[in-house]
Protein backbone atom coordinates (compact mmCIF):
# COMPACT_ATOMS: atom_id res chain seq x y z
CA UNK A 1 0.00 0.00 0.00
CA UNK A 2 1.35 3.01 -0.79
CA UNK A 3 1.76 6.33 1.55
CA UNK A 4 -1.27 8.01 0.35
CA UNK A 5 -3.32 4.49 1.03
CA UNK A 6 -2.56 4.48 4.07
CA UNK A 7 -3.30 7.92 5.18
CA UNK A 8 -6.91 7.11 3.51
CA UNK A 9 -7.11 3.99 5.62
CA UNK A 10 -6.19 5.95 8.77
CA UNK A 11 -8.90 8.31 7.96
CA UNK A 12 -11.69 5.79 7.18
CA UNK A 13 -10.93 4.39 10.30
CA UNK A 14 -11.67 7.57 12.49
CA UNK A 15 -12.92 7.40 15.86
CA UNK A 16 -13.14 9.08 18.92
CA UNK A 17 -9.65 9.09 20.65
CA UNK A 18 -10.47 7.49 24.37
CA UNK A 19 -7.06 7.82 25.75
CA UNK A 20 -7.04 12.07 25.13
CA UNK A 21 -9.09 14.89 25.53
CA UNK A 22 -8.60 18.71 25.43
CA UNK A 23 -8.76 20.78 28.11
CA UNK A 24 -12.03 21.93 28.55
CA UNK A 25 -11.51 26.13 29.61
CA UNK A 26 -14.50 27.54 27.09
CA UNK A 27 -17.60 28.04 28.82
CA UNK A 28 -19.53 28.53 25.85
CA UNK A 29 -19.59 27.38 22.72
CA UNK A 30 -16.21 27.20 20.57
CA UNK A 31 -16.26 29.05 17.37
CA UNK A 32 -13.32 28.39 15.33
CA UNK A 33 -9.98 26.62 15.44
CA UNK A 34 -6.57 26.31 14.06
CA UNK A 35 -3.36 24.47 14.03
CA UNK A 36 -0.19 26.05 13.29
CA UNK A 37 1.30 24.97 10.25
CA UNK A 38 5.35 24.75 11.11
CA UNK A 39 4.97 21.96 13.77
CA UNK A 40 1.27 20.56 14.18
CA UNK A 41 2.14 21.02 18.09
CA UNK A 42 -0.14 24.04 18.90
CA UNK A 43 -3.85 24.64 18.55
CA UNK A 44 -6.27 27.97 18.75
CA UNK A 45 -8.88 27.94 19.45
CA UNK A 46 -12.08 30.94 19.83
CA UNK A 47 -15.69 31.01 21.87
CA UNK A 48 -18.96 32.52 21.95
CA UNK A 49 -17.78 34.06 25.16
CA UNK A 50 -14.50 35.97 23.35
CA UNK A 51 -12.10 33.90 24.99
CA UNK A 52 -9.21 32.76 23.19
CA UNK A 53 -7.31 29.33 24.28
CA UNK A 54 -3.69 28.22 22.67
CA UNK A 55 -3.21 24.51 23.56
CA UNK A 56 -0.17 21.86 23.09
CA UNK A 57 -1.44 19.44 21.52
CA UNK A 58 2.07 17.21 22.33
CA UNK A 59 1.68 13.84 24.74
CA UNK A 60 4.84 14.56 27.23
CA UNK A 61 3.23 13.04 30.06
CA UNK A 62 4.45 9.47 29.66
CA UNK A 63 0.66 8.08 29.83
CA UNK A 64 -1.32 6.45 27.32
CA UNK A 65 -3.93 9.27 28.49
CA UNK A 66 -3.79 12.75 28.63
CA UNK A 67 -5.33 15.51 28.11
CA UNK A 68 -3.88 18.28 25.47
CA UNK A 69 -3.47 21.26 28.54
CA UNK A 70 -4.20 24.99 27.45
CA UNK A 71 -0.85 26.84 27.62
CA UNK A 72 -2.38 30.38 27.59
CA UNK A 73 -5.60 31.95 27.60
CA UNK A 74 -6.98 35.47 26.78
CA UNK A 75 -9.60 35.08 29.25
CA UNK A 76 -12.16 37.61 29.82
CA UNK A 77 -10.08 39.57 33.02
CA UNK A 78 -7.60 40.39 30.25
CA UNK A 79 -8.07 44.24 29.32
CA UNK A 80 -7.74 43.41 25.55
CA UNK A 81 -10.06 40.28 25.48
CA UNK A 82 -12.88 40.71 22.63
CA UNK A 83 -15.69 42.18 23.46
CA UNK A 84 -18.40 39.48 21.77
CA UNK A 85 -17.90 36.17 20.03
CA UNK A 86 -14.38 35.40 18.43
CA UNK A 87 -15.65 33.91 14.94
CA UNK A 88 -12.03 33.16 13.39
CA UNK A 89 -8.75 32.56 14.63
CA UNK A 90 -5.69 31.83 12.67
CA UNK A 91 -2.04 31.13 13.59
CA UNK A 92 0.20 33.77 11.60
CA UNK A 93 1.31 31.01 8.74
CA UNK A 94 4.92 30.86 9.26
CA UNK A 95 5.35 31.05 13.32
CA UNK A 96 3.55 31.22 16.44
CA UNK A 97 4.64 34.09 17.24
CA UNK A 98 1.70 36.05 16.01
CA UNK A 99 -2.28 34.97 15.41
CA UNK A 100 -5.08 36.75 14.25
CA UNK A 101 -8.72 36.75 15.75
CA UNK A 102 -11.33 38.21 14.62
CA UNK A 103 -14.91 38.99 16.05
CA UNK A 104 -18.65 40.12 16.33
CA UNK A 105 -17.07 43.42 18.34
CA UNK A 106 -16.28 44.95 15.05
CA UNK A 107 -12.73 44.21 15.17
CA UNK A 108 -9.73 42.26 14.15
CA UNK A 109 -6.78 41.62 16.41
CA UNK A 110 -3.36 40.83 15.57
CA UNK A 111 -1.85 39.65 18.96
CA UNK A 112 1.98 38.57 20.21
CA UNK A 113 1.74 35.18 21.41
CA UNK A 114 4.63 35.73 24.01
CA UNK A 115 2.52 38.72 25.94
CA UNK A 116 -1.10 37.73 24.78
CA UNK A 117 -1.33 41.76 23.86
CA UNK A 118 -3.01 42.85 20.53
CA UNK A 119 0.32 44.70 18.36
CA UNK A 120 -2.38 45.96 15.86
CA UNK A 121 -6.08 46.18 16.08
CA UNK A 122 -7.79 46.64 12.93
CA UNK A 123 -11.82 47.99 13.84
CA UNK A 124 -14.78 47.56 11.32
CA UNK A 125 -18.31 48.96 10.75
CA UNK A 126 -20.11 45.94 10.81
CA UNK A 127 -19.37 42.20 12.93
CA UNK A 128 -16.93 40.41 11.23
CA UNK A 129 -17.44 36.91 9.84
CA UNK A 130 -14.00 35.78 8.54
CA UNK A 131 -10.84 36.68 8.25
CA UNK A 132 -7.90 34.86 6.28
CA UNK A 133 -4.30 35.44 6.01
CA UNK A 134 -2.70 33.72 2.67
CA UNK A 135 -0.96 30.42 3.89
CA UNK A 136 1.93 31.11 1.61
CA UNK A 137 2.18 34.39 0.51
CA UNK A 138 5.97 35.49 0.71
CA UNK A 139 5.30 39.09 -1.36
CA UNK A 140 2.49 40.23 0.65
CA UNK A 141 1.38 40.32 3.67
CA UNK A 142 -2.61 40.75 3.35
CA UNK A 143 -5.39 39.75 5.59
CA UNK A 144 -8.83 39.28 3.62
CA UNK A 145 -11.68 39.86 5.99
CA UNK A 146 -15.24 39.70 5.75
CA UNK A 147 -17.25 41.76 7.31
CA UNK A 148 -21.60 41.94 7.14
CA UNK A 149 -20.36 45.19 4.47
CA UNK A 150 -20.74 43.35 1.04
CA UNK A 151 -16.99 45.15 0.24
CA UNK A 152 -13.63 42.81 1.25
CA UNK A 153 -11.22 44.51 3.12
CA UNK A 154 -7.63 43.80 2.49
CA UNK A 155 -5.33 44.64 5.63
CA UNK A 156 -1.94 44.77 5.20
CA UNK A 157 -0.06 43.41 8.15
CA UNK A 158 3.58 45.12 7.92
CA UNK A 159 2.05 48.77 7.14
CA UNK A 160 -1.60 48.33 9.39
CA UNK A 161 -2.89 50.12 5.65
CA UNK A 162 -6.35 48.95 4.87
CA UNK A 163 -6.69 51.25 1.39
CA UNK A 164 -7.41 48.07 -0.99
CA UNK A 165 -11.04 47.33 -0.98
CA UNK A 166 -12.62 44.05 -3.10
CA UNK A 167 -16.21 45.62 -4.55
CA UNK A 168 -18.41 42.90 -6.37
CA UNK A 169 -20.59 41.22 -3.77
CA UNK A 170 -24.13 42.58 -2.64
CA UNK A 171 -24.60 41.12 0.65
CA UNK A 172 -22.83 40.12 3.51
CA UNK A 173 -19.36 38.20 2.85
CA UNK A 174 -19.28 35.27 4.97
CA UNK A 175 -16.22 33.54 4.22
CA UNK A 176 -13.27 34.25 2.38
CA UNK A 177 -10.25 32.32 1.86
CA UNK A 178 -6.66 32.67 0.04
CA UNK A 179 -5.53 29.45 -2.42
CA UNK A 180 -3.00 27.31 -1.43
CA UNK A 181 -1.18 27.44 -4.75
CA UNK A 182 -1.53 30.99 -5.42
CA UNK A 183 -0.40 33.75 -3.17
CA UNK A 184 -2.85 36.47 -5.42
CA UNK A 185 -5.72 33.78 -5.86
CA UNK A 186 -8.55 35.01 -3.22
CA UNK A 187 -12.25 33.49 -3.43
CA UNK A 188 -15.12 34.98 -1.40
CA UNK A 189 -18.51 33.64 -0.42
CA UNK A 190 -21.16 35.97 0.62
CA UNK A 191 -25.21 35.68 1.34
CA UNK A 192 -25.75 37.17 -1.97
CA UNK A 193 -25.49 33.54 -3.09
CA UNK A 194 -22.30 33.72 -5.39
CA UNK A 195 -18.41 33.34 -4.98
CA UNK A 196 -16.61 35.51 -5.98
CA UNK A 197 -13.05 34.46 -7.23
CA UNK A 198 -10.42 37.14 -6.86
CA UNK A 199 -7.03 38.10 -8.22
CA UNK A 200 -5.72 40.82 -6.07
CA UNK A 201 -3.16 42.14 -8.32
CA UNK A 202 -6.14 43.64 -10.52
CA UNK A 203 -7.59 46.91 -10.20
CA UNK A 204 -10.75 45.53 -11.47
CA UNK A 205 -13.42 43.39 -10.63
CA UNK A 206 -13.70 39.98 -9.77
CA UNK A 207 -11.94 36.68 -12.21
CA UNK A 208 -14.80 35.22 -12.24
CA UNK A 209 -18.00 34.41 -10.64
CA UNK A 210 -18.98 30.50 -9.61
CA UNK A 211 -22.16 28.98 -11.86
CA UNK A 212 -23.56 26.57 -10.43
CA UNK A 213 -24.81 25.28 -14.22
CA UNK A 214 -21.83 25.94 -15.84
CA UNK A 215 -23.48 28.32 -17.88
CA UNK A 216 -26.32 26.42 -19.02
CA UNK A 217 -28.61 29.45 -18.56
CA UNK A 218 -31.51 27.10 -19.50
CA UNK A 219 -31.67 24.87 -16.32
CA UNK A 220 -32.11 26.91 -13.35
CA UNK A 221 -35.14 29.50 -13.13
CA UNK A 222 -34.16 33.44 -14.01
CA UNK A 223 -33.21 34.56 -10.62
CA UNK A 224 -30.68 31.72 -10.14
CA UNK A 225 -28.43 32.29 -12.81
CA UNK A 226 -24.72 32.58 -12.12
CA UNK A 227 -25.11 31.95 -8.10
CA UNK A 228 -23.11 29.11 -6.42
CA UNK A 229 -25.96 27.93 -4.27
CA UNK A 230 -29.69 28.52 -4.12
CA UNK A 231 -29.35 30.27 -0.88
CA UNK A 232 -26.55 32.46 1.70
CA UNK A 233 -23.31 30.46 0.78
CA UNK A 234 -21.19 30.16 4.30
CA UNK A 235 -18.55 28.11 3.93
CA UNK A 236 -15.07 27.70 1.45
CA UNK A 237 -11.87 25.34 1.66
CA UNK A 238 -9.54 24.62 -1.06
CA UNK A 239 -7.88 21.63 -1.30
CA UNK A 240 -4.65 21.14 0.22
CA UNK A 241 -3.16 21.48 -3.45
CA UNK A 242 -5.37 24.41 -4.77
CA UNK A 243 -6.55 22.87 -7.63
CA UNK A 244 -10.40 22.37 -6.52
CA UNK A 245 -12.56 24.48 -4.26
CA UNK A 246 -15.28 23.46 -2.08
CA UNK A 247 -18.64 25.73 -0.81
CA UNK A 248 -21.21 24.86 1.18
CA UNK A 249 -24.85 26.58 1.44
CA UNK A 250 -27.72 27.05 3.28
CA UNK A 251 -30.13 24.94 0.20
CA UNK A 252 -28.03 22.39 1.88
CA UNK A 253 -25.84 21.50 -0.77
CA UNK A 254 -21.97 21.13 -1.05
CA UNK A 255 -20.33 22.31 -4.25
CA UNK A 256 -16.62 21.09 -5.95
CA UNK A 257 -15.24 23.52 -8.01
CA UNK A 258 -12.14 23.29 -10.73
CA UNK A 259 -10.62 26.83 -9.11
CA UNK A 260 -8.59 27.47 -12.19
CA UNK A 261 -11.65 27.29 -14.72
CA UNK A 262 -14.57 27.88 -12.44
CA UNK A 263 -16.44 24.67 -13.65
CA UNK A 264 -18.96 22.90 -11.23
CA UNK A 265 -17.49 19.20 -10.93
CA UNK A 266 -21.16 18.57 -10.58
CA UNK A 267 -20.07 15.90 -7.74
CA UNK A 268 -23.07 15.26 -6.05
CA UNK A 269 -23.27 14.81 -1.80
CA UNK A 270 -26.81 14.64 -1.68
CA UNK A 271 -28.02 16.70 1.13
CA UNK A 272 -25.38 18.32 3.52
CA UNK A 273 -27.31 20.23 6.34
CA UNK A 274 -26.28 23.58 7.00
CA UNK A 275 -28.61 25.71 9.05
CA UNK A 276 -25.40 28.61 9.74
CA UNK A 277 -26.53 31.88 9.72
CA UNK A 278 -22.25 32.67 9.97
CA UNK A 279 -19.25 30.95 8.36
CA UNK A 280 -19.01 27.28 8.27
CA UNK A 281 -15.43 25.87 9.26
CA UNK A 282 -14.73 22.16 7.25
CA UNK A 283 -11.56 20.83 6.35
CA UNK A 284 -10.34 18.67 3.69
CA UNK A 285 -7.74 15.83 4.05
CA UNK A 286 -4.33 16.15 2.52
CA UNK A 287 -2.09 13.43 1.20
CA UNK A 288 -4.69 10.78 1.09
CA UNK A 289 -5.83 8.65 -1.68
CA UNK A 290 -8.94 8.79 -1.87
CA UNK A 291 -9.01 12.41 -0.04
CA UNK A 292 -12.04 12.98 2.15
CA UNK A 293 -14.11 15.82 3.66
CA UNK A 294 -15.42 16.66 7.09
CA UNK A 295 -18.19 18.88 7.43
CA UNK A 296 -20.00 20.16 10.49
CA UNK A 297 -23.89 18.47 10.46
CA UNK A 298 -25.66 19.01 13.30
CA UNK A 299 -24.36 17.61 16.28
CA UNK A 300 -22.23 15.15 14.34
CA UNK A 301 -19.32 15.56 11.79
CA UNK A 302 -19.89 13.89 8.66
CA UNK A 303 -17.16 12.79 6.21
CA UNK A 304 -17.26 12.61 2.56
CA UNK A 305 -15.02 11.19 -0.16
CA UNK A 306 -14.17 14.16 -2.06
CA UNK A 307 -14.50 13.11 -5.59
CA UNK A 308 -17.26 10.89 -6.06
CA UNK A 309 -19.81 12.29 -3.50
CA UNK A 310 -20.10 9.43 -1.18
CA UNK A 311 -21.28 9.83 2.31
CA UNK A 312 -18.42 7.57 4.18
CA UNK A 313 -19.08 7.95 7.94
CA UNK A 314 -20.82 10.21 10.53
CA UNK A 315 -18.47 11.04 13.29
CA UNK A 316 -20.68 11.32 16.47
CA UNK A 317 -19.68 12.25 20.06
CA UNK A 318 -20.52 15.87 20.73
CA UNK A 319 -23.62 16.59 22.59
CA UNK A 320 -24.52 19.92 20.71
CA UNK A 321 -24.04 21.50 17.54
CA UNK A 322 -20.56 21.23 16.27
CA UNK A 323 -19.67 24.49 14.60
CA UNK A 324 -15.54 24.16 13.11
CA UNK A 325 -13.50 21.14 12.54
CA UNK A 326 -9.96 21.00 11.71
CA UNK A 327 -7.70 18.14 10.27
CA UNK A 328 -3.87 17.49 11.28
CA UNK A 329 -2.22 16.67 8.18
CA UNK A 330 0.68 14.97 10.04
CA UNK A 331 -0.97 12.55 11.93
CA UNK A 332 -4.63 12.38 10.04
CA UNK A 333 -6.49 13.65 13.10
CA UNK A 334 -9.45 15.42 13.62
CA UNK A 335 -10.19 18.36 15.88
CA UNK A 336 -13.96 19.66 16.20
CA UNK A 337 -15.27 22.59 18.49
CA UNK A 338 -19.06 23.09 19.39
CA UNK A 339 -21.82 24.56 21.24
CA UNK A 340 -21.23 22.07 24.20
CA UNK A 341 -17.56 23.63 24.62
CA UNK A 342 -15.69 20.46 23.88
CA UNK A 343 -13.13 19.97 21.27
CA UNK A 344 -12.95 16.35 20.37
CA UNK A 345 -10.32 14.78 18.68
CA UNK A 346 -10.29 12.02 16.44
CA UNK A 347 -8.05 9.81 15.76
CA UNK A 348 -7.45 6.23 13.45
CA UNK A 349 -8.33 3.32 15.61
CA UNK A 350 -5.13 2.29 16.78
CA UNK A 351 -3.84 -1.47 15.93
CA UNK A 352 -3.55 -3.73 18.86
CA UNK A 353 -0.19 -5.10 19.63
CA UNK A 354 0.65 -8.59 17.97
CA UNK A 355 -0.27 -11.58 19.30
CA UNK A 356 2.60 -13.57 17.90
CA UNK A 357 5.36 -11.32 19.32
CA UNK A 358 6.72 -13.36 21.91
CA UNK A 359 10.07 -11.65 21.81
CA UNK A 360 9.21 -8.55 23.92
CA UNK A 361 7.41 -9.96 26.84
CA UNK A 362 7.64 -6.59 29.02
CA UNK A 363 6.54 -4.65 26.05
CA UNK A 364 3.66 -6.87 25.40
CA UNK A 365 2.59 -6.95 29.25
CA UNK A 366 2.52 -2.86 29.17
CA UNK A 367 1.13 -2.14 25.81
CA UNK A 368 -1.48 -4.56 27.36
CA UNK A 369 -2.16 -3.18 30.47
CA UNK A 370 -2.06 0.59 28.90
CA UNK A 371 -4.22 -0.23 26.12
CA UNK A 372 -7.25 -0.66 28.24
CA UNK A 373 -8.53 2.49 29.74
CA UNK A 374 -9.13 1.88 33.36
CA UNK A 375 -12.35 3.18 33.48
CA UNK A 376 -13.76 0.39 30.87
CA UNK A 377 -12.02 -2.93 32.82
CA UNK A 378 -14.07 -4.66 34.13
CA UNK A 379 -13.33 -5.32 37.91
CA UNK A 380 -17.10 -6.34 38.73
CA UNK A 381 -17.94 -9.44 36.69
CA UNK A 382 -17.54 -12.78 38.49
CA UNK A 383 -16.29 -15.57 36.45
CA UNK A 384 -18.72 -17.99 37.66
CA UNK A 385 -21.47 -16.45 35.83
CA UNK B 1 -42.95 -6.69 -17.99
CA UNK B 2 -45.93 -6.77 -14.94
CA UNK B 3 -45.52 -5.00 -12.03
CA UNK B 4 -44.63 -8.04 -9.74
CA UNK B 5 -42.32 -9.37 -12.37
CA UNK B 6 -40.35 -6.05 -12.31
CA UNK B 7 -40.33 -5.74 -8.83
CA UNK B 8 -39.41 -9.25 -8.22
CA UNK B 9 -36.14 -8.76 -10.31
CA UNK B 10 -35.57 -5.95 -8.49
CA UNK B 11 -35.53 -7.58 -5.00
CA UNK B 12 -33.38 -9.95 -6.06
CA UNK B 13 -30.85 -8.86 -8.01
CA UNK B 14 -28.64 -5.52 -7.39
CA UNK B 15 -29.59 -3.27 -9.82
CA UNK B 16 -26.71 -2.92 -12.42
CA UNK B 17 -27.56 -0.10 -14.33
CA UNK B 18 -29.04 2.98 -14.63
CA UNK B 19 -31.71 2.78 -17.34
CA UNK B 20 -33.07 -0.45 -16.37
CA UNK B 21 -33.54 1.40 -12.74
CA UNK B 22 -35.57 3.76 -14.68
CA UNK B 23 -37.55 1.70 -16.48
CA UNK B 24 -38.96 -0.35 -12.87
CA UNK B 25 -39.67 3.04 -11.61
CA UNK B 26 -41.79 3.80 -14.35
CA UNK B 27 -43.77 0.49 -13.93
CA UNK B 28 -44.50 2.08 -10.96
CA UNK B 29 -45.98 5.05 -12.22
CA UNK B 30 -50.18 5.30 -12.81
CA UNK B 31 -50.88 5.49 -16.06
CA UNK B 32 -54.63 4.24 -15.54
CA UNK B 33 -55.42 7.71 -12.87
CA UNK B 34 -54.62 10.19 -16.04
CA UNK B 35 -56.61 8.03 -18.22
CA UNK B 36 -53.06 6.98 -20.36
CA UNK B 37 -52.74 10.69 -21.67
CA UNK B 38 -49.61 11.45 -19.54
CA UNK B 39 -46.26 9.27 -20.28
CA UNK B 40 -44.43 7.66 -17.60
CA UNK B 41 -42.87 10.26 -15.43
CA UNK B 42 -40.23 9.29 -12.78
CA UNK B 43 -38.06 11.74 -10.61
CA UNK B 44 -34.27 11.89 -10.65
CA UNK B 45 -33.85 11.69 -6.84
CA UNK B 46 -35.79 8.63 -7.38
CA UNK B 47 -32.81 6.87 -8.63
CA UNK B 48 -30.67 8.25 -5.51
CA UNK B 49 -32.88 5.76 -3.67
CA UNK B 50 -31.84 2.67 -5.48
CA UNK B 51 -28.16 3.75 -6.23
CA UNK B 52 -25.51 4.65 -4.02
CA UNK B 53 -23.33 6.61 -6.04
CA UNK B 54 -25.32 10.31 -6.96
CA UNK B 55 -22.43 11.83 -9.09
CA UNK B 56 -22.57 8.43 -11.17
CA UNK B 57 -26.90 8.29 -11.43
CA UNK B 58 -26.38 12.26 -12.80
CA UNK B 59 -23.65 11.38 -15.02
CA UNK B 60 -25.30 8.63 -16.54
CA UNK B 61 -28.60 10.12 -16.71
CA UNK B 62 -26.76 13.50 -19.00
CA UNK B 63 -25.61 10.40 -20.94
CA UNK B 64 -29.32 9.06 -21.79
CA UNK B 65 -30.21 13.20 -22.82
CA UNK B 66 -26.99 13.37 -24.83
CA UNK B 67 -27.87 10.41 -27.12
CA UNK B 68 -31.60 12.01 -27.29
CA UNK B 69 -33.65 8.94 -24.96
CA UNK B 70 -34.45 10.40 -22.43
CA UNK B 71 -36.00 14.17 -21.61
CA UNK B 72 -35.62 15.98 -18.33
CA UNK B 73 -38.14 18.47 -16.93
CA UNK B 74 -38.43 21.62 -14.28
CA UNK B 75 -41.43 20.68 -12.79
CA UNK B 76 -42.05 24.00 -11.32
CA UNK B 77 -42.23 22.72 -7.70
CA UNK B 78 -38.94 22.73 -6.20
CA UNK B 79 -36.09 23.58 -8.34
CA UNK B 80 -34.03 20.14 -7.74
CA UNK B 81 -36.93 18.37 -8.27
CA UNK B 82 -36.60 16.96 -11.85
CA UNK B 83 -38.89 15.26 -14.31
CA UNK B 84 -37.57 12.11 -16.63
CA UNK B 85 -39.61 10.99 -19.76
CA UNK B 86 -38.54 8.50 -22.12
CA UNK B 87 -38.39 10.63 -25.53
CA UNK B 88 -40.01 7.91 -27.20
CA UNK B 89 -43.14 7.69 -24.61
CA UNK B 90 -43.37 11.43 -24.55
CA UNK B 91 -43.45 12.01 -28.63
CA UNK B 92 -46.50 9.03 -28.89
CA UNK B 93 -48.05 10.82 -25.80
CA UNK B 94 -48.51 14.35 -27.02
CA UNK B 95 -49.06 13.56 -30.83
CA UNK B 96 -52.06 11.34 -29.72
CA UNK B 97 -53.00 14.34 -27.35
CA UNK B 98 -52.82 16.20 -30.24
CA UNK B 99 -54.74 14.78 -32.23
CA UNK B 100 -57.70 16.81 -34.36
CA UNK B 101 -56.49 20.08 -32.70
CA UNK B 102 -55.42 22.77 -34.84
CA UNK B 103 -51.68 23.61 -33.28
CA UNK B 104 -50.81 19.96 -34.46
CA UNK B 105 -48.53 20.95 -36.89
CA UNK B 106 -46.50 23.09 -35.01
CA UNK B 107 -46.19 21.34 -32.15
CA UNK B 108 -44.79 18.28 -34.81
CA UNK B 109 -42.44 20.44 -35.96
CA UNK B 110 -41.17 21.82 -32.66
CA UNK B 111 -40.97 17.61 -31.64
CA UNK B 112 -38.96 16.60 -34.95
CA UNK B 113 -37.00 19.92 -35.18
CA UNK B 114 -36.18 21.43 -31.43
CA UNK B 115 -35.97 18.03 -28.69
CA UNK B 116 -33.15 16.17 -30.87
CA UNK B 117 -31.23 18.76 -31.15
CA UNK B 118 -31.37 20.52 -27.55
CA UNK B 119 -30.95 19.49 -24.15
CA UNK B 120 -32.18 22.29 -22.40
CA UNK B 121 -34.95 22.54 -19.88
CA UNK B 122 -35.79 25.98 -20.83
CA UNK B 123 -35.99 28.71 -24.38
CA UNK B 124 -35.73 32.16 -24.80
CA UNK B 125 -37.35 34.02 -27.29
CA UNK B 126 -34.44 35.00 -28.72
CA UNK B 127 -33.32 30.91 -29.33
CA UNK B 128 -36.97 30.04 -30.45
CA UNK B 129 -37.08 32.94 -33.17
CA UNK B 130 -33.88 32.70 -34.64
CA UNK B 131 -32.19 29.88 -34.30
CA UNK B 132 -35.14 27.65 -34.41
CA UNK B 133 -37.12 29.28 -36.81
CA UNK B 134 -40.59 29.31 -34.98
CA UNK B 135 -42.98 32.14 -35.29
CA UNK B 136 -44.41 34.61 -32.70
CA UNK B 137 -47.83 32.41 -33.54
CA UNK B 138 -46.03 29.55 -33.33
CA UNK B 139 -44.95 29.79 -29.95
CA UNK B 140 -48.06 30.79 -28.74
CA UNK B 141 -49.43 27.80 -30.23
CA UNK B 142 -46.84 25.50 -28.45
CA UNK B 143 -48.02 27.47 -25.18
CA UNK B 144 -51.29 26.59 -25.31
CA UNK B 145 -50.47 22.87 -26.38
CA UNK B 146 -48.78 22.63 -23.08
CA UNK B 147 -45.49 21.63 -24.99
CA UNK B 148 -44.23 25.06 -23.32
CA UNK B 149 -44.77 26.22 -20.14
CA UNK B 150 -44.03 30.59 -18.98
CA UNK B 151 -40.95 30.49 -17.31
CA UNK B 152 -40.63 34.70 -17.34
CA UNK B 153 -40.88 37.57 -19.93
CA UNK B 154 -39.68 36.24 -22.42
CA UNK B 155 -38.73 31.99 -21.79
CA UNK B 156 -40.23 29.00 -21.32
CA UNK B 157 -39.87 25.95 -19.58
CA UNK B 158 -40.45 22.43 -21.60
CA UNK B 159 -43.14 20.76 -20.11
CA UNK B 160 -45.41 18.20 -20.23
CA UNK B 161 -48.74 18.96 -21.86
CA UNK B 162 -51.60 18.02 -19.03
CA UNK B 163 -49.21 17.66 -15.80
CA UNK B 164 -50.94 19.73 -13.58
CA UNK B 165 -52.69 17.38 -12.48
CA UNK B 166 -49.66 14.69 -11.76
CA UNK B 167 -47.82 17.52 -10.24
CA UNK B 168 -51.09 17.92 -7.85
CA UNK B 169 -51.61 14.08 -6.80
CA UNK B 170 -47.80 13.99 -6.45
CA UNK B 171 -47.24 16.67 -3.92
CA UNK B 172 -50.50 15.40 -1.94
CA UNK B 173 -49.28 12.37 -1.94
CA UNK B 174 -45.97 13.17 -0.86
CA UNK B 175 -47.47 14.87 1.92
CA UNK B 176 -49.54 12.48 3.02
CA UNK B 177 -46.52 9.71 3.00
CA UNK B 178 -44.14 12.06 4.56
CA UNK B 179 -47.32 12.75 7.48
CA UNK B 180 -47.53 8.93 7.86
CA UNK B 181 -43.90 8.55 9.05
CA UNK B 182 -44.13 11.50 10.89
CA UNK B 183 -46.80 10.40 13.08
CA UNK B 184 -45.54 6.91 13.55
CA UNK B 185 -44.16 6.12 17.12
CA UNK B 186 -41.04 7.91 17.49
CA UNK B 187 -41.27 9.46 13.94
CA UNK B 188 -39.99 6.37 12.29
CA UNK B 189 -41.37 3.38 10.52
CA UNK B 190 -39.88 0.19 8.81
CA UNK B 191 -40.17 0.36 5.26
CA UNK B 192 -42.11 -3.13 4.83
CA UNK B 193 -44.49 -2.27 7.41
CA UNK B 194 -44.77 1.12 5.77
CA UNK B 195 -45.45 -0.54 2.38
CA UNK B 196 -48.12 -2.77 3.80
CA UNK B 197 -50.15 0.46 5.66
CA UNK B 198 -53.57 1.46 3.91
CA UNK B 199 -53.30 4.47 2.41
CA UNK B 200 -55.78 7.45 2.51
CA UNK B 201 -57.43 8.54 -0.70
CA UNK B 202 -54.52 11.49 -0.67
CA UNK B 203 -52.65 8.85 -1.87
CA UNK B 204 -53.21 8.13 -5.37
CA UNK B 205 -50.07 7.01 -6.57
CA UNK B 206 -48.69 3.47 -5.53
CA UNK B 207 -46.80 3.59 -2.38
CA UNK B 208 -43.69 2.78 -3.32
CA UNK B 209 -43.02 5.01 -5.60
CA UNK B 210 -43.77 7.91 -3.13
CA UNK B 211 -41.29 5.86 -0.82
CA UNK B 212 -38.60 5.94 -3.88
CA UNK B 213 -39.35 10.30 -4.08
CA UNK B 214 -38.79 10.73 -0.55
CA UNK B 215 -35.77 8.27 0.40
CA UNK B 216 -34.10 9.97 -2.70
CA UNK B 217 -35.08 13.19 -1.88
CA UNK B 218 -33.21 12.77 1.60
CA UNK B 219 -36.50 13.79 3.66
CA UNK B 220 -36.34 10.58 5.56
CA UNK B 221 -33.39 8.84 6.61
CA UNK B 222 -32.78 5.44 4.97
CA UNK B 223 -31.19 3.04 7.83
CA UNK B 224 -30.49 -0.31 7.76
CA UNK B 225 -31.47 -2.46 10.31
CA UNK B 226 -31.36 -5.75 11.49
CA UNK B 227 -35.35 -6.02 10.91
CA UNK B 228 -34.78 -4.33 7.14
CA UNK B 229 -34.53 -0.42 6.42
CA UNK B 230 -36.11 2.00 9.06
CA UNK B 231 -37.12 5.28 7.74
CA UNK B 232 -36.72 7.97 10.32
CA UNK B 233 -38.59 11.32 9.38
CA UNK B 234 -36.06 14.07 9.19
CA UNK B 235 -37.10 17.24 11.01
CA UNK B 236 -35.93 20.40 9.01
Not at chain 2, 66 to 91: I, N, P, R, W
Amino acid sequence: MSAADTRAARVLSLTLDPDRDVDRIHGNGINTIDIEAVEGRYMLSGGADGVIVIYDLENYSGKLQYTCKAVCTVGRSSRHVHKFSVETVQWYPFDTGMFVSSSFDKTMKVWDTETLKPAEVFQFEGNVYSHHLSPIARKHSLVAVGTNNPKIQLCDLKSGSRIHVLQGHRAEVLSVRWSPRYEHILATASADSKVNVWDVRRASGSLFTLDQHNGEKSKASAEAVNTAHNGRVNGLCFTSDGLYLLTTGTDDRMRLWNSASGENTLVNYGKVCNESRKKLQFAVSRGCSPDFVFVPCGSSVAVYALHTGELVTMLRGHYNNVDCCEFHQDHQELYSGGKDSNILAWVPVLRTADVEDESNNDNKGAAGLSAVNPAFQDAWSSDED
Amino acid sequence: MSLVHAVLIFTLEEPKDIKSTLEYLMTLFPRKLFNDTLPQVVLKHQLYSIHNDKTLVDKEVNKLRECGELLMFQLGFDSEAFGLVFTSDYKTKVLAGEEGKGTRTTVEKFLEKVLPSCTDLSFSKDKMLKVFLFTDSEITQLVKSGVLTVREAGSWWLSIPNSGKFTKYFIQGRKAVLGMVRKSKYGEVLQADLEERRTTSQVKFPLRYHVHDIVGAELVESIPTTSGTLLRFVDS
